[in-house]
Structure formats: structure tokens, C-alpha cells
DNA sequence: CTGGGGATGGGGCCC
DNA sequence: TGGGCCCCATCCCCA
């Protein structure tokens, strides 16, 4: 009964029942459907309401029924795609794209309703999922015709309605139309459409300047130049579901827009019932569910700023940073697209002039993916866009603070320039961090939607659990086992092993894990140094380095050298003075050949380890000489140093320890071991090697000694690094 | 080889 | 929950 299918998916139960036509519950159901107006539900009614929602499932029926496939072209004979914005915590998450038939589902089919008596379908945004939902009972053969609900609409800056849309639409195509008039009378503009197109058709050879000017405020400078992150989850799959918007017929690949501040303050003012002289039929014109751009998503970029809240402001220099995230297309004919949907691309429609092509690489047609690539191997740099969220923040924060303990060194004085204050103004961008879509789940049973609600948000993000401890979530690295205390600490902490660095250096394309290191190192681009020295006034880029640099003046040497007496500020000194010292070990075995160069090294070695003192029988020589080498290992580490300065700790116990942890970790075996002088029950004693310890009188014992309390912490210990307290011990 | 500085990575904590 | 900030550690470059 359905005309919806596409070859692939079907809708089914849901809108084909008679007996339960609504997707409400069924103390709804009992009440008189026809007295409820479900258009005027929020998204949250209707999720509360909706007991049941029916998954999409292959079609299983006949493909060759003509009816079917007839419906098919029906948008992309008239340039019409499906396009939803999906938004996470009011910020744009992505596209559903509609165009790409193998990705997309049955929603690409469903036209719009152009009037309230027609629409039979709300869609809402439900999680990171649109969802039709069935208004009013749809009988067999009836078309389904779709609008959003109020709440949603709102959000896309689309009417209420599709009465309003289509009045709306009508009155935008006479702007449109005049608009056309306008343009081919460039005298009367302020920048003639050959200009603007001339600036940027050249943009993008051009070198990026480091710090652009927002077009807002020329004497600011535009901050960072940094592109939004490119949104870290994007899996291979989400790639692939959400390709950009395109144009069906590529002989029009004029980026439309509406430029014009007239056009649009017009089309403000553009009363709902204006007059409606021009006959379109709405299925031939509309674009369904075209998306608002960025409504909110983009409000934080400098240059961008909701419908009506701003000017327009034809800055084709500026516009080239600020893309949206997907080419647009236009209907073709001179009516441009922007010019009859400004509302629907308030974003786009600022920032690009009138009928400019799209830059080499990023036609239309090509996919979005080609946006997430990187820059040089498609496009411009200059065009590799922000992706939901930016950094636009970024440095702001840095300077609108004093620096703790330094006077007030962000001062423009010193050369440092003013950081943005575009980025002021605008919003800290939403997490790069990976939120998983939630999108595929393939029962074809219904899902009750709470509990799906619920299973989509906090630690369950994660795609491995989490364990508990103490009833408490333990916050822990699958990867290294490391753990946290937040969620969010882990969640940046796992993008260390992912690879993944979702802010996105614009300048030079550098990613990092953290919003915060982008931030610094645009300081880098912009020749910033908002720390000062007050002995010197030297400036520095990061509190760190003057933390360092300090150090000259109070003359202080954290960093001693163990063999010599040997001082440095940095410990990366230390490190390199002591290779000075590796081939020099002090303490040589008076039996045999091996030095070492910490005593304590030497004496452990001499503790039975030594082949030719003693050796057990109960040990091989391989095992002695492996033990040996892991001691010398030892010797020469860090570890070694830091035990040493340990005080009251029985050191050799411990550089057992770490040595056997070594071993342990490397050759995977077990050392045969005694019960510990406590007593209590450990692991059964593995055959494979005796390891020998001195006991408190410096005899040999046969064995190692574990003590009780950590019988299987046999790993290196962690011990704190080599710090200044530890070095000045 | 030493010393100074620049840049970046990683994580904790607070809000 | 995630951004912002801070700190420490580390690597690298250069004089």
C-alpha cells in the first residue's frame, strides 16, 4: 500500500496498520484522535507519547511494481533532496543526507506538506535520529506528506508550517527575481559581482594571511585562524551516511546565496501572507528539508550571527575560512537558492557573494568528504572548513585573564597583538570528542524509546565498558590501563592512543588532541608571548618556558647530576650530560666482568647473581645472564637514580622488584618464590627459576622474597619522576 | 657539550 | 559533561 519504496527499504508496520495508525500510546489512543492536534506537539511530547517506533527493514516484497520505482526520481527530477540537520545539545551534529540513495532511507521519498489539512507525518529530532511521526491516521494509498514539528522547525529557522513555507517561498522568488534586476546593474552595489567573483576566484592561491581580520571588526584581529576540529567521530560509516548536499543537474554549479542585505532584510520584514504572484507548484520548487545551517550551531563564529541579528556583510576575504560545511546547490535559474531560502542558509548566505562557483575541489558534487580530507590534497587550505564546532575561542581565554602571578602580561604592549575578541564574543565550540551516533540498530522489533534515550549518553559512549569499583565507575584505559577521575579525562586521554586530534590548526593544518594545545600553539601564527619575565621582561609563549626561564635568575638547578656535581635548570640537560656517563660505570664486580653504574646495581648483582661467584644450581646460566641484563638495564635507568634517593626503603628489595617485574613482563614467567615472612596464601609456586635475594644479614637466600602484601605486583614500581624535590634530597 | 628557549603532549582540577 | 586553565614533562633547535 506504500509508494515509499526505494529498492531496498520499506516502511512498513507502523504507517500501513489500521489498527494502530498512531505512534502514540495507548491511553492516547483511546482518546479522539481527531480532536488532537499532534502538529502543535513538541519533539518531547511526541518522544513521551510514542511507545513505539518501527525500525526500518529491507523491503521484501516485488521490486518490478512500477508504482514503486516511479517514485523514485521524483526528487531528483525536481532538485529536491532530503537533507536533515541533526543537532546534538544545540549544536550541528550532521547532515542526513537524502541524496545518497544506498545511505539514506525511506524518508528521501516523503514529500513535504504544503499545507497543515495535508500533513499526516512531524518529523523530529529525536537523539541523533529524525523520526516521522504519524500525526493523524494515514489510510491505505494515502500519500504521506511530512512538515517538522514546531519545535523543530523553529530550530531550522523554517516556518511553522508549509502554508507559511510556500508563502514564503513565493515572496522570496520576487526578491530574488529583483535581485537578479540589481545584480546586472553592479553601478548601484557597493562591489560588482565580476569583483567579488574576481577576489575569489584568486583567494585561494593566495598565501593565508596568519591572522584575518573579522570582517566585524576590522581592527580585530580574527582569532584563531584555526579550523574547528573536524568531528573526531566521524567513522568511515558517518562519512559515507552524510555526503553533502548536491546538485543533480552538475551544468549548475553556481553556489547560490543570497548577498543582498536589502534581499534579506526584505524578506525579514516579508510578511507571512504577502502575496503569492508567482505560480509555483510547491513539489517542483520546495527543497525539503534542507537544513538550517548552523543556526546554531555556527552562532559562535566571528562573522556569523543569527537571521536578522546582523548585516550582511559581503567579505569574500573572510569567506573563505568560513564555509559551511557542504557545498549548496541552487535551482536552477536565476532565482539563487539563497535568494529564495535565505532563512535556510543564514549562515552561507553571509559569507558568500552572489554567484560564486565553488572553488576547484569542492563542487557540489564532490562530496563533503572531500572537506574532512586534508587540505592539500584537494582544495585550498583556505577552504578546509570549520566543522561544527570551532576554535574560534581559542587564545581569547588566554588573554582576557592576567596570567596568575604575572602582573597583567597579556597587555597588547609588548608586541603581542590583541587577541581576537571576535572569538569574545562567539562560543566555546562543542566537543570534537566522539559522540557516537546512535543511528543503526537493526531490530525490527519496536524500541521503546527511553530506554534508547538512555543508553546513548554518559560512559556508555565509550564503545568498551567500564568497570567498577567500589560501586563506582572506574574511569580506566582499555589501551594502557591507565585510569581517571572523569569521564571527560579519559575521553581526551583515549584520543592519545586513537590517534585522533580533532582541532585543526587552519594556518598549518596541525592537529591536537586538545582544544587548549590548539590554543597555545596558535600563538606560534600569531608571534604571541603573553607571559613575561618581570626580572627581564623577556616574553614567552607559555608559562612553562618562563617557569624555566625564571630559573636563571633565581639561579636555581634542580637538576643534579648523580656522578658529578653537575647542574642544569632543564632535566632534558641532565639527561643529555648523563650519556655522558654511560660508559662510565663505577662499580665494577670484583669477580667478574660487569659495572654498574649505581651501587646498588653492584650489589644486587654481587647478591648471587653473579656467575662467578656461585651460581645455583637450581638455575641456569641463561637465566643468571637474563637476570644480569635486566640488572644493567636497570642501572642505567631513571628508576635506578630514584630508588637511590628513596630514603628509609630497602632499595635492593625494591630494584628486585622492578627487575623482576622486568623479567616478568618480558619472558612471561613466574619466579618460584616463597611464602612471605606474614605468611598467607599466594600464587602456587612456578618451577621455572630460582631467584636469589640476600636476607637482612647478608646471606644468601635461595630464594626471592615477595613480600605478602603484593605478591603479584611485580611490575616496575611507579616511582615520581625525577623532580626538584627528589633532587634535592 | 652546555645552556637557553620554543613548541608540544599529557593530565589534573575547577567550573 | 566538557571547556578552560594550569602544570609538568619532553623533544627539538640553536647559539
Known amino acids: 500500500s506504500l509508494g515509499w519504496i526505494d529498492g531496498s527499504i520499506a516502511l512498513s508496520a507502523m504507517l500501513t496498520t489500521e489498527e494502530a495508525p498512531y505512534a502514540?500510546?495507548?491511553?492516547?489512543?483511546?482518546?479522539?484522535?481527531?480532536?488532537?492536534?499532534?502538529?502543535?506537539w513538541t519533539e518531547e511530547e511526541f518522544e513521551e507519547k510514542c511507545t513505539y517506533i518501527v525500525k526500518d527493514h529491507t523491503w521484501e516484497g516485488p521490486l518490478e511494481n512500477t508504482e514503486l520505482t516511479r517514485a523514485i526520481p521524483k526528487w531528483n527530477n525536481s532538485g529536491l533532496y532530503l537533507l536533515v540537520t541533526i543537532y546534538s545539545n544545540g549544536e550541528f551534529h550532521h547532515f542526513v543526507d537524502g541524496l545518497v540513495e544506498e545511505k539514506s532511507n525511506w524518508m528521501r521519498y516523503v514529500n513535504p506538506a504544503h499545507s497543515q489539512q495535508e500533513q499526516n507525518l512531524a518529523a523530529c529530532q529525536n537523539g541523533m535520529n529524525i523520526y516521522f511521526y504519524t500525526v493523524k491516521a494515514i489510510p491505505a494509498d494515502q500519500e504521506l506528506l511530512v512538515w517538522y514539528c514546531p519545535e523543530f522547525a523553529r530550530r531550522l529557522n523554517y516556518p511553522a508550517s508549509g502554508e507559511i513555507m510556500m508563502q514564503k517561498l513565493k515572496q522570496s522568488l520576487i526578491e530574488a527575481t529583483q535581485q537578479v534586476t540589481e545584480i546586472k546593474h553592479p553601478g548601484k552595489r557597493e562591489h560588482s559581482v565580476s569583483e567579488i567573483l574576481k577576489d575569489v576566484l584568486q583567494e585561494p592561491s593566495r598565501p593565508l594571511p596568519t591572522r584575518p581580520r573579522c570582517p566585524n571588526s576590522p581592527d580585530r584581529p580574527l582569532y584563531p585562524s584555526a579550523v574547528y576540529p573536524l568531528r573526531p567521530s566521524l567513522s568511515e560509516d558517518f562519512l559515507k551516511t552524510t555526503t553533502v548536499f548536491g546538485l543533480p543537474n552538475r551544468s549548475h554549479r553556481q553556489c547560490s546565496v543570497t548577498p543582498s542585505p536589502s534581499a534579506h532584510s526584505s524578506l525579514e520584514s516579508s510578511p507571512e501572507s504577502s502575496p503569492t504572484p508567482a505560480s509555483l507548484e510547491p513539489r517542483d520548487t520546495l527543497l525539503s528539508f534542507s537544513p538550517a545551517l548552523y543556526s546554531r550551531g555556527l552562532n559562535h563564529y566571528p562573522g556569523y550571527s543569527p537571521a536578522g541579528s546582523m548585516p550582511f556583510y559581503p567579505n569574500p576575504h573572510y569567506s573563505r575560512y568560513l564555509m559551511p560545511h557542504y557545498p549548496v546547490s541552487s535551482l536552477s535559474g536565476p532565482p539563487t537558492l539563497g535568494g529564495i531560502f535565505p532563512h535556510m542558509y543564514p549562515f552561507y548566505s553571509r559569507l558568500v557573494p552572489p554567484h560564486v562557483p565553488f572553488p576547484p575541489g569542492m563542487l557540489p558534487s564532490e562530496g563533503s568528504r572531500q572537506f574532512l580530507l586534508p587540505p592539500d590534497s584537494l582544495a585550498p587550505r583556505d577552504i578546509l572548513l570549520p566543522a561544527a564546532t570551532s576554535a574560534f575561542s581559542a587564545a581569547t581565554s588566554l588573554k582576557d585573564k592576567p596570567v596568575h602571578g604575572h602582573g597583567n602580561p597579556y597587555a597588547p604592549a609588548g608586541g603581542?597583538?590583541?587577541?581576537?575578541?571576535?572569538?569574545?564574543?562567539?562560543?566555546?565550540?562543542?566537543?570534537?570528542?566522539?559522540?557516537?551516533?546512535?543511528?543503526?540498530?537493526?531490530?525490527?522489533?519496536?524500541?521503546?524509546?527511553?530506554?534508547?534515550?538512555?543508553?546513548?549518553?554518559?560512559?556508555?559512549?565509550?564503545?568498551?565498558?567500564?568497570?567498577?569499583?567500589?560501586?563506582?565507575?572506574?574511569?580506566?584505559?582499555?589501551?594502557?590501563?591507565?585510569?581517571?577521575?572523569?569521564?571527560?579525562?579519559?575521553?581526551?586521554?583515549?584520543?592519545?592512543?586513537?590517534?585522533?586530534?580533532?582541532?585543526?590548526?587552519?594556518?598549518?593544518?596541525?592537529?591536537?588532541?586538545?582544544?587548549?594545545?590548539?590554543?597555545?600553539?596558535?600563538?606560534v601564527h600569531t608571534g604571541e608571548k603573553p607571559h613575561e619575565c618581570q626580572v627581564c621582561h623577556k616574553r614567552f609563549s607559555s608559562t612553562s618556558n618562563l617557569k624555566t626561564h625564571l630559573r636563571l635568575h633565581s639561579g636555581e638547578k634542580p637538576y643534579q647530576c648523580k656522578i658529578c656535581p653537575a647542574k642544569f635548570t632543564q632535566f632534558v640537560h641532565l639527561k643529555l650530560h648523563k650519556r655522558l656517563h654511560t660508559r662510565e660505570h663505577p662499580h665494577q664486580c670484583p669477580h667478574c666482568?660487569?659495572?654498574?653504574?649505581?651501587?646498588?646495581?653492584?650489589?644486587?648483582?654481587?647478591?648471587?647473581?653473579?656467575?662467578?661467584?656461585?651460581?645455583?644450581?637450581?638455575?641456569?646460566?641463561?637465566?643468571?645472564?637474563?637476570?644480569?641484563?635486566?640488572?644493567?638495564?636497570?642501572?642505567?635507568?631513571?628508576?635506578?637514580?630514584?630508588?637511590?634517593?628513596?630514603?628509609?626503603?630497602?632499595?635492593?628489595?625494591?630494584?628486585?622488584?622492578?627487575?623482576?617485574?622486568?623479567?616478568?613482563?618480558?619472558?612471561?614467567?613466574?619466579?618460584?618464590?616463597?611464602?612471605?615472612?606474614?605468611?598467607?596464601?599466594?600464587?602456587?609456586?612456578?618451577?621455572?627459576?630460582?631467584?636469589?635475594?640476600?636476607n637482612e644479614h647478608g646471606s644468601e637466600d635461595s630464594v626471592i622474597k615477595v613480600h605478602c602484601s603484593s605478591p603479584i605486583q611485580l611490575l616496575p614500581v611507579k616511582v615520581k619522576k625525577e623532580t626538584e624535590e627528589a633532587m634535592e634530597t
Not at 594502557?480 to 581526551?492: E, M, P
Open 416 to 523: 603581542s597583538p590583541p587577541a581576537g575578541s571576535a572569538a569574545s564574543t562567539g562560543r566555546v565550540p562543542t566537543k570534537p570528542t566522539s559522540a557516537i551516533l546512535s543511528t543503526s540498530r537493526s531490530e525490527d522489533k519496536a524500541i521503546n524509546l527511553s530506554k534508547m534515550k538512555q543508553g546513548s549518553t554518559g560512559y556508555k559512549t565509550l564503545d568498551y565498558p567500564l568497570k567498577k569499583q567500589n560501586g563506582k565507575i572506574k574511569y580506566e584505559c582499555n589501551i594502557c590501563t591507565k585510569t581517571f577521575g572523569q569521564l571527560s579525562n579519559l575521553k581526551v586521554h583515549l584520543r592519545v592512543h586513537s590517534g585522533e586530534r580533532p582541532f585543526k590548526c587552519q594556518t598549518c593544518n596541525k592537529g591536537f588532541t586538545q582544544l587548549a594545545h590548539l590554543q597555545k600553539h596558535y600563538l
Open 24 to 40: 502514540v500510546d495507548n491511553e492516547e489512543l483511546k482518546m479522539d484522535v481527531e480532536d488532537v492536534d499532534m502538529t502543535k
Open 593 to 694: 666482568h660487569r659495572n654498574y653504574i649505581h651501587l646498588s646495581s653492584l650489589r644486587l648483582h654481587l647478591k648471587g647473581y653473579c656467575l662467578a661467584v656461585s651460581p645455583s644450581p637450581s638455575c641456569s646460566l641463561d637465566e643468571l645472564n637474563r637476570v644480569n641484563e635486566e640488572i644493567e638495564r636497570f642501572d642505567i635507568s631513571d628508576n635506578a637514580d630514584r630508588l637511590e634517593e628513596m630514603e628509609g626503603f630497602d632499595v635492593e628489595s625494591m630494584v628486585e622488584k622492578q627487575i623482576f617485574g622486568l623479567l616478568w613482563q618480558e619472558m612471561d614467567f613466574k619466579a618460584s618464590y616463597h611464602k612471605g615472612s606474614t605468611g598467607g596464601d599466594l600464587h602456587p609456586p612456578p618451577p621455572a627459576l630460582s631467584i636469589y635475594r640476600l
